[in-house]
T-cell receptor, first 113, second 114 residues
Framework: DAKTTQPNSMESNEEEPVHLPCNHSTISGTDYIHWYRQLPSQGPEYVIHGLTSNVNNRMASLAIAEDRKSSTLILHRATLRDAAVYYCISVPYSGGGADGLTFGKGTHLIIQP | NAGVTQTPKFQVLKTGQSMTLQCAQDMNHEYMSWYRQDPGMGLRLIHYSVGAGITDQGEVPNGYNVSRSTTEDFPLRLLSAAPSQTSVYFC?????????????FGPGTRLTVT
């Protein structure tokens, strides 16, 4: 699986947009980019995933660079409930993640009121 | 739907004891997996299953056994507990969404081995 690199922590203010970066320079052309988040004392939850195009859902947006070597998870208006560890994960198309995901340490997002 | 459920929520074992962590899902997902998470770390895959009767090893399988006799249940057995197995254990099930598998995680079992 391609290695991803994320900042250890980021801080943002409530009700402001948050841009969480992820580098994946060794990603192959058919690897998906998945984002999960883990709230304190809970299991991870799926946020969003994409392949080439930018993606939007009710939780967030995912912007993928044209060369696919990096991506950005965008929370449009952060709330205190968004404080969590965010994981950027490269997932091979062939498996699609059915054989498990490879988690790094993620980015600890702190939201200030 | 209850989603993915895990029991117990907390467990303390003595070194050498054995136990089974239970995991069940009611979403009819074909794929299930077990992870462990040590303090300050990401999750590591222990075992996974791609369907009833089919299991395979993940990154850290030593000291653990699994079986999958039904679609709904995927128990994790600790054969002889060791302090190094102190961790939080998460079970997950998944289904294919738009070309990749979205995973649903349970609330976790916090295990302490003394």
């Amino acid at each position: 699986d391609a290695k991803t690199t994320q900042p250890n922590s980021m801080e943002s203010n409530e009700e402001e947009p948050v841009h969480l970066p992820c580098n994946h320079s060794t990603i192959s052309g058919t690897d998906y980019i998945h984002w999960y988040r883990q709230l304190p004392s809970q299991g991870p939850e799926y946020v969003i995933h994409g392949l080439t195009s930018n993606v939007n859902n009710r939780m967030a947006s995912l912007a993928i660079a044209e060369d696919r070597k990096s991506s950005t998870l965008i929370l449009h208006r952060a709330t205190l409930r968004d404080a969590a560890v965010y994981y950027c994960i490269s997932v091979p198309y062939s498996g699609g993640g059915a054989d498990g995901l490879t988690f790094g340490k993620g980015t600890h997002l702190i939201i200030q009121p | 739907n209850a989603g993915v459920t895990q029991t117990p929520k907390f467990q303390v074992l003595k070194t050498g004891q054995s136990m089974t962590l239970q995991c069940a899902q009611d979403m009819n997902h074909e794929y299930m997996s077990w992870y462990r998470q040590d303090p300050g770390m990401g999750l590591r895959l222990i075992h996974y299953s791609v369907g009833a009767g089919i299991t395979d090893q993940g990154e850290v399988p030593n000291g653990y056994n699994v079986s999958r006799s039904t679609t709904e249940d995927f128990p994790l057995r600790l054969l002889s507990a060791a302090p190094s197995q102190t961790s939080v254990y998460f079970c997950a099930s998944s289904y294919r969404l738009a070309g990749a598998y979205e995973q649903y995680f349970g609330p976790g079992t916090r295990l302490t081995v003394t």
